[in-house]
């Protein structure tokens, strides 16, 4: 994907579901969910034991979101993301964005065929921070 294309996403879509969202402060996924709070991002913290992350409420699965999501941003090994991905399908999501680190190749087959956008191996923090800042 190239730099018009995620320019594109940082500005159109503001919902973001973080799945893997840690409550600990010194993880990157609270970091980066901070980030983007502070920056006009609706963050929707997805984790299955926390009750509040960032001062929002908590699901514990995507398919709990009672509201219309745009990025389902993940926080999770490579290996569990093709039922992430099924997830964001299911919901709808527009973009499925798995952070710096994680791949596969099955969540990106699942993603395109239900229509998703799909981006990996990046960071929305550090993209926001390269493309605006």
């Not at 009750?51 to 490579?78: C, M, N, T």
């Not at 991905?85 to 990106?108: D, M, P, Y």
Request: overall charge negative; glycine content about 6%.
């Amino acid at each position: 994907m190239d730099d018009a294309e995620i320019r594109q996403i940082l500005r159109q879509y503001h919902h973001v579901a973080v799945v893997g969202l840690s409550p600990k402060t010194d993880r990157a996924s609270y970091d980066v969910a901070k980030f983007l709070q502070e920056h006009g991002y609706h963050i929707i913290p997805v984790h299955p034991q926390a009750d509040s992350i960032l001062g929002e409420k908590v699901y514990a699965r995507l398919e709990d979101i009672p509201f219309p999501v745009d990025v389902v941003d993940v926080f999770r090994r490579s290996e569990d993301t093709p039922g992430v991905a099924e997830s964001a399908v299911r919901i709808g999501a527009k973009v499925l964005w798995l952070q710096l680190g994680i791949n596969n190749e099955g969540a990106r087959s699942i993603a395109e065929t239900g229509g998703i956008r799909f981006v990996e191996d990046r960071c929305m923090k550090i993209e926001y921070k390269r493309l605006f800042v």
